[in-house]
């Protein structure tokens, strides 16, 4: 028994055979080969498998394939493309030892560039309040508040293009 | 200390990024290109799911597969028996002496001793199929009694959990020096108290899992897993599965975490390679989450008695320590390894001359419990720096003084224990006094006077310990009863276009161990360490390293492996080089360049050069040289390391609820020569948080029936962004005179001090009740009940 589901992912409209118990983090990575999107816990508990449906993050392992029916997806490879957020927040992420075994790193960072996207200079404690749902279970999370924050340093950074927030060079 | 230096002047890789260059190489697992081993799926692959028993004890009287199989998209279904058929027993390999090692295979055969046990494995077209098989299956199981604690299975009368063993214990090992039954008896102080540690595990985000292909023709395994240790898995699959090890491949994809869980090999793997080769198909199998909380090795649960006698000067004479591990239904690979360090452990930084413990393992319907970060360390620092904050009490002297008055000193050192360990460098009381110096700058004496009497209950405590890193000597090992070797082998080379690869055993789990070998054998070449490349996780590319990354031994053996023979490569270049410059070998130097005549700039080779004339046109090389430029070298420690440190934690307790909240931490660690600081400090803050969430509120919870009652992450409750404070670290370097580079190994160091400390800050903030805290997890309840049982009012 399957369903067809359309949607649109990483800006891409894709049509999907799935069966209706299939999860939308199942049906990425089987699909689209989404391998950002990665499987932590299944029951929502780790945020490894963070994506944005329809411009909110969701735990992908808690949404039905068949529930994204129409939506815009984006995951962890369509914001590395063109988000500058996310790749300032990916750069950060490489310089600062914010990521060990880097299971977790996509999660965090799609969570991490949400909240960047509403509250663009965020403090300590936000970063924390908000990244609380992400687990990590190897750095003890203090170089990826670092992380985060050295991000939002980034875009006033001499080096920060203002006009794109780009980073040209160091 | 100049080691020190040169390491630290070269940047690591990873600071290197945030130049232009980094955009292109931005690490794999901030996007998606990594491959994690749910990532790997050869074409046709078939997806395993394995059915585990409801009970936690059974015996299996009957299994009835014919509707699972008869499910279309259904390729195998395994059973028991046919495991008994197609594979011989599985090793445990740490083989102490006095251990019973109940024989065990890669799943039940017809009886059950955990909740979780395997009974059946399905390999079906989806992973979902295959779970809809297991539904299918019918197994009848004929409950037994059940053995949910120690003391059920210590209590006359208890049940056999081994029918042809007298009782439930795995077995008991005992060490001794001097006379401790004369130390207790004439001394002016005697102290015991009893502790409990409880269940928990090492949890990586990433669940075990592996991929399995057979290729009938060859007879060969191709096995990708995310373990720890690829070579022992080889080893195990060949043994177990009957095929010679060289038609055995094992890989390490992106590992998602390991802390020691990944460590141990398991029954899951074999399962899979039987599955492969009788489907004909690849085969993956990925622990559930809920899985993994009854089938990844448990960890920490030990109950510890201790006993301190010491002189009317505050001098601890006598140690005694009971150490009591509540394994499981059967034994993980690690045997009762950390059950037996805990014991070994217990002197820890401390000059104590009669001393007398034993290690016991008991069995109950629990999971196997295994490998996980620390090993037995942490509940031996648990207990003796609880106990020596009981002597302090008793005796009305201020703990550190009581630390101060019995760490070993530098003059003593190397200080043999009489108990197997020998403390072989550093300065353990000025690590105690520089995180003192760290509380103190922090302001945490004001603070807790300033909370007090605003009426809030703050209050401070200490840890000291030590451990033994590096393993290990191989035939320490052996002589401990390890079936397994403790040394390293590395290879690096130079190819045909000058460029450098090391070869090694290590596993990079995201610690940074490629990092350091990197940074290691370049800093003999003189190359900047992004022009080293690191393989690794490759049994049939890659050099042996039987122990694999664990033992907080990748830094100690596998970078010291690294270095040698990358200063066996060194030489052969330098030797080449001499022969083509017309020059003395010691007149050479090698830089990021290539190699040179000192001071005479023209006189020059290229690395592009030095790799032509080894390989390519032999006639650019001297007349004895008969091609490739490899050093190759075996290093095996000659003594286990020591590592050491210190910690305090400030933290505020809540007497209506019993809440504990960490306010402040501190800590300062010797590890030895410290190859790359980012990775220490990386290592140091991560095992802390486990540590604390472990001391705080990680608990695997078992009801009277021995089922797991909180098998997922909202009832086991992982550390979170919120949970805890910046930790201030403070450090010390002192080189290892029994490593060749100095290097001692921090893997584990974080896990250490934080259960100790943490409790005896509790029992400040409470110093008026008198609570002297014994257990951890330190959950509210159990808090609230010593509060209550103190009588005194606290509200």
């Known amino acids: 028994m399957t369903d067809t589901v359309r949607l649109a992912v990483n800006g891409s409209d894709v049509e999907l055979r799935v069966e209706p118990r299939e999860t939308l983090a199942d049906a990425l990575r089987r699909t689209q080969g989404t391998r950002s999107v990665r499987l932590g816990c299944e029951h929502g508990a780790c945020g490894a498998c963070t994506v944005r449906l329809d411009g909110r993050t969701v735990r992908s392992c808690l949404v039905f394939a068949i529930q994204a029916e129409g939506a815009q997806v984006e995951t962890a490879e369509g914001l590395a493309a063109h988000d500058a957020c996310f790749q300032r927040l990916q750069e950060s992420f490489a310089c600062g030892n914010a990521f060990q075994c880097g299971f977790c790193a996509t999660g965090m960072l799609m969570t991490a560039s949400e909240l960047l996207a509403e509250e663009p200079r965020p403090d300590a404690d936000s970063v924390r309040e908000r990244l609380a749902g992400n687990l990590c279970r190897c750095t003890g999370y203090e170089s990826i508040v670092a992380g985060v924050l050295r991000a939002v340093d980034g875009a006033t950074d001499p080096a920060t293009d203002p006009a794109t927030g780009e980073v040209t060079e160091r | ?795």
């Open chain 2, 1 to 795: 200390m100049s080691v020190r230096r040169d390491h630290a002047s070269i940047a690591p890789q990873r600071d290197s990024v945030g130049e232009t260059a980094a955009m292109v190489n931005l690490p794999a697992a901030l996007s998606g290109a990594a491959h994690y081993v749910n990532d790997i799926e050869p074409p046709g692959t078939l997806f395993v799911a394995m059915l585990r028993s409801p009970h936690a004890h059974a015996l299996v009287r009957g299994i009835d597969v014919a509707a699972a199989r008869a499910l279309p998209g259904v390729h195998a279904v395994l059973t028991g028996a046919e495991v008994l058929d197609r594979a011989g027993p599985h090793p445990v390999y740490w083989q102490l002496t006095g251990q019973r090692t109940p024989q065990t295979r890669a799943m039940a055969v017809d009886r059950v001793r955990y909740h979780g046990q395997v009974v059946a494995a399905v390999a079906a077209e989806s992973r979902a199929l295959a779970e809809d098989a297991l539904e299918l299956i019918a197994v009848d199981y004929e409950p037994l009694p059940v053995v949910a604690t120690v003391a059920e299975a210590l209590a006359p009368g208890a049940p056999l959990l081994v029918p042809e063993w007298p009782d439930n214990v795995f077995g008991e090992q005992v060490y001794g020096t001097g006379d401790t039954d004369r130390a207790f008896a004439d001394a002016a102080y005697v102290v015991e108290e009893e502790f409990d540690f409880g269940r928990s595990f090492g949890a990586p985000l990433e669940t075990r899992g592996c991929v399995v292909e057979y290729e009938p023709v060859a007879g060969r395994f191709e096995v990708w897993i995310n373990s720890q240790s690829p070579n022992r898995v080889r080893e195990v699959v060949s043994e177990v599965v009957g095929v010679p090890q060289a038609r055995v491949r094992v890989r390490i994809p992106a590992v998602g975490g390991g802390f020691g869980t990944k460590a141990n090999y398991y029954g899951e793997e074999i399962l899979a390679c039987l599955l492969a080769r009788s489907t004909g198909r690849p085969v993956k199998y990925v622990e559930d989450r809920d899985e993994s909380f009854v089938a990844s090795s448990h960890a920490r649960q030990q109950h510890l008695k201790v006993a301190l006698a010491a002189d009317a000067d505050g001098r601890i004479v006598g140690l005694r320590g009971d150490v009591v591990g509540t394994l499981g239904g059967e034994l993980s690979s690690v045997g009762m390894g950390p059950v037996w360090l805990a014991a070994v452990s217990l002197p820890g930084a401390y000059r104590i001359e009669n001393i007398r413990v034993r290690a016991r393992g008991v069995m109950t319907n629990r999971s196997p419990y295994g490998s996980y970060r620390g090993w037995g360390a942490p509940k031996a620092v648990f207990a003796i720096e609880r106990t020596v904050d009981r002597l302090a009490r008793t005796m009305g002297l201020d703990p550190q003084e009581l630390r101060r008055r019995n760490l070993v000193t530098p003059e003593e050192m190397p200080y043999a224990n009489g108990i197997l360990a020998r403390l072989d460098s550093g300065d353990y009381r000025e690590c105690l006094s520089r995180v003192e110096a760290l509380t103190v700058d922090a302001g945490w004496p004001d603070t807790i006077r300033e909370a007090r009497s605003a009426g809030r209950r703050v209050g401070m405590g200490y840890a000291c310990f030590v451990e033994s890193t590096g393993i290990g000597p191989s035939r320490v090992m052996t002589a401990i009863g390890v079936e397994q070797a403790g040394f390293d082998e590395a290879v690096a080379r130079m190819d045909a276009g000058g460029q450098v690869t090391v070869y090694t055993g290590q596993a990079e789990l995201g610690q940074g161990i490629l990092t350091t070998i990197a940074q290691t054998v370049a800093h003999e070449l003189g190359l900047p360490p992004e022009r080293v490349e690191v393989v690794s996780g490759d049994t049939d590319r890659c050099p042996y390293t039987g122990y694999g990354t664990a033992g907080s031994r990748g830094a100690a053996v596998g970078c010291e492996a690294a270095r040698l023979a990358g200063v066996e490569l060194r030489d052969q270049v330098l030797g080449l080089a001499a022969d083509r410059l017309e020059a003395d070998p010691a007149e050479l130097v090698m830089d990021e360049h290539g190699v040179g005549v000192r001071g005479v700039p023209g006189r020059r080779l290229t690395h592009a050069e030095i790799g032509r004339a080894a390989y390519r046109d032999l006639t650019l090389a001297g007349d004895g040289f008969s091609g490739t430029l490899q050093g190759r070298a075996v290093y095996d420690p000659t003594a286990m390391t020591y590592s050491y440190g210190a910690a305090a934690a400030l933290v505020e307790v809540d007497a209506e609820t019993g809440e504990v909240r960490l306010l402040d931490g501190a800590m300062v660690d010797d590890c030895g020569v410290v190859i790359n600081p980012d990775v220490v400090e990386g290592q140091l803050v991560g095992g802390s948080v486990q540590a604390l969430a472990g001391a705080l509120f990680e608990e695997l919870v078992y009801d009277a029936d021995a089922r797991l009652t909180n098998p997922d992450f909202h009832g086991y409750r992982l550390p979170r962004t919120t949970d805890f404070p910046p930790l201030r670290l403070g450090h010390m370097e002192t080189p290892s005179p029994a490593s060749g580079s100095g290097v001692k190994g921090v893997g584990e160091a974080g896990t250490l001090p934080w259960a100790p400390a943490l409790c005896a800050a509790v029992d400040d903030a409470l110093a008026d009740t008198g609570v002297f805290v014994t257990e951890v997890p330190l959950r509210p309840e159990r808090l609230l009940e010593a509060i209550d049982g103190s009588g005194v009012a606290t509200s």
